[in-house]
Protein backbone atom coordinates (compact mmCIF):
# COMPACT_ATOMS: atom_id res chain seq x y z
CA UNK A 1 0.00 0.00 0.00
CA UNK A 2 1.10 3.33 -1.14
CA UNK A 3 2.25 5.87 2.05
CA UNK A 4 3.78 8.97 1.49
CA UNK A 5 3.87 11.50 4.79
CA UNK A 6 4.41 15.40 4.69
CA UNK A 7 6.49 17.34 7.17
CA UNK A 8 8.44 20.80 6.69
CA UNK A 9 5.27 23.33 7.03
CA UNK A 10 5.29 26.21 9.38
CA UNK A 11 5.43 30.04 10.04
CA UNK A 12 7.68 31.66 7.78
CA UNK A 13 7.44 35.64 6.85
CA UNK A 14 7.20 36.89 3.35
CA UNK A 15 10.30 36.23 1.54
CA UNK A 16 11.09 33.52 3.78
CA UNK A 17 12.20 29.87 2.74
CA UNK A 18 10.54 26.20 4.07
CA UNK A 19 11.33 23.29 2.30
CA UNK A 20 8.94 20.39 2.71
CA UNK A 21 9.68 16.83 2.74
CA UNK A 22 7.58 14.17 1.40
CA UNK A 23 8.60 10.67 2.59
CA UNK A 24 7.77 7.51 0.44
CA UNK A 25 7.63 4.03 2.02
CA UNK A 26 7.12 1.02 0.59
CA UNK A 27 7.89 1.72 -3.25
CA UNK A 28 10.68 3.30 -5.27
CA UNK A 29 10.39 6.60 -7.00
CA UNK A 30 11.39 4.92 -9.93
CA UNK A 31 8.38 4.01 -10.65
CA UNK A 32 6.51 7.05 -9.76
CA UNK A 33 6.02 10.73 -10.05
CA UNK A 34 5.03 12.64 -7.05
CA UNK A 35 3.17 15.70 -7.14
CA UNK A 36 2.99 18.55 -4.89
CA UNK A 37 -0.86 19.91 -4.19
CA UNK A 38 -2.00 23.05 -1.53
CA UNK A 39 -5.26 23.61 -0.44
CA UNK A 40 -6.45 27.02 1.48
CA UNK A 41 -8.97 27.34 3.30
CA UNK A 42 -12.24 27.53 1.07
CA UNK A 43 -10.81 26.08 -2.02
CA UNK A 44 -9.97 23.19 -4.13
CA UNK A 45 -6.78 21.56 -3.86
CA UNK A 46 -4.56 22.65 -6.56
CA UNK A 47 -1.59 20.87 -8.01
CA UNK A 48 1.62 23.04 -8.07
CA UNK A 49 3.89 20.74 -8.85
CA UNK A 50 4.69 17.08 -10.65
CA UNK A 51 8.38 15.56 -10.46
CA UNK A 52 9.03 12.39 -12.40
CA UNK A 53 12.19 10.88 -10.95
CA UNK A 54 11.97 8.22 -13.95
CA UNK A 55 12.84 10.66 -16.69
CA UNK A 56 13.44 13.75 -15.27
CA UNK A 57 10.18 15.62 -15.92
CA UNK A 58 9.57 18.10 -13.72
CA UNK A 59 6.54 21.09 -14.12
CA UNK A 60 5.69 23.95 -11.50
CA UNK A 61 2.03 25.51 -12.12
CA UNK A 62 2.73 29.47 -12.88
CA UNK A 63 2.24 30.55 -9.52
CA UNK A 64 5.13 28.79 -7.95
CA UNK A 65 7.33 28.77 -10.93
CA UNK A 66 11.03 30.06 -10.42
CA UNK A 67 10.12 29.83 -6.61
CA UNK A 68 9.79 26.31 -5.96
CA UNK A 69 12.01 23.92 -6.88
CA UNK A 70 12.20 19.36 -6.23
CA UNK A 71 14.97 17.25 -5.44
CA UNK A 72 15.36 14.23 -4.45
CA UNK A 73 17.23 11.68 -2.07
CA UNK A 74 17.55 8.49 -3.08
CA UNK A 75 18.90 7.14 -0.23
CA UNK A 76 16.15 8.46 1.70
CA UNK A 77 13.52 7.76 -0.52
CA UNK A 78 12.33 10.99 0.16
CA UNK A 79 11.57 14.07 -2.24
CA UNK A 80 11.76 17.59 -1.59
CA UNK A 81 9.82 20.67 -2.29
CA UNK A 82 12.27 24.09 -2.14
CA UNK A 83 9.80 26.66 -1.62
CA UNK A 84 11.81 30.22 -1.50
CA UNK A 85 10.40 33.98 -1.93
CA UNK A 86 7.16 33.15 -0.29
CA UNK A 87 4.14 35.06 -0.42
CA UNK A 88 1.03 35.41 2.26
CA UNK A 89 -1.07 33.55 -0.74
CA UNK A 90 1.61 30.75 -0.57
CA UNK A 91 -0.37 30.08 2.73
CA UNK A 92 -2.25 26.75 2.67
CA UNK A 93 -2.11 22.33 3.57
CA UNK A 94 0.96 21.19 1.19
CA UNK A 95 0.18 17.40 0.53
CA UNK A 96 2.14 14.93 -1.78
CA UNK A 97 0.79 11.93 -3.85
CA UNK A 98 2.35 9.79 -6.16
CA UNK A 99 1.22 8.51 -9.49
CA UNK A 100 2.44 5.59 -11.85
CA UNK A 101 5.34 7.41 -14.32
CA UNK A 102 4.28 5.33 -17.04
CA UNK A 103 0.94 7.36 -17.39
CA UNK A 104 3.07 11.02 -18.11
CA UNK A 105 1.36 12.52 -15.35
CA UNK A 106 3.81 15.39 -15.40
CA UNK A 107 3.88 15.65 -18.78
CA UNK A 108 0.05 15.89 -19.49
CA UNK A 109 -0.36 18.92 -16.15
CA UNK A 110 2.70 20.29 -18.35
CA UNK A 111 0.54 20.26 -21.68
CA UNK A 112 -2.34 21.15 -19.63
CA UNK A 113 -0.89 24.12 -17.97
CA UNK A 114 -2.43 22.80 -14.65
CA UNK A 115 -3.29 19.49 -12.88
CA UNK A 116 -5.77 18.96 -10.12
CA UNK A 117 -5.87 15.83 -7.31
CA UNK A 118 -7.42 13.69 -9.54
CA UNK A 119 -8.50 10.38 -6.93
CA UNK A 120 -7.90 7.70 -10.28
CA UNK A 121 -4.03 9.48 -10.93
CA UNK A 122 -2.72 10.17 -7.75
CA UNK A 123 -2.60 7.95 -4.43
CA UNK A 124 -1.74 7.41 -1.01
CA UNK A 125 -2.12 11.10 0.44
CA UNK A 126 -0.83 12.06 3.47
CA UNK A 127 -2.14 14.72 5.94
CA UNK A 128 -0.63 17.48 4.49
CA UNK A 129 1.56 19.49 6.34
CA UNK A 130 0.42 23.50 7.15
CA UNK A 131 2.37 26.24 5.63
CA UNK A 132 1.58 29.64 7.16
CA UNK A 133 3.24 33.24 5.39
CA UNK A 134 2.36 35.96 7.75
CA UNK A 135 4.33 38.64 9.37
Known amino acids: QLQLVESGGGLVQPGGSLRLSCAVN????????IGWFRQAPGKEREGISC????????YFVGSVRGRFTSSRDNAMNTVFLQMNSLKPEDTATYFCAAAFAEGGPCLRAANAGAFGADGSVWMGWGQGTQVTVSS
Open 26 to 33: SFSLDYYA
Open 51 to 58: FSPSDGTT
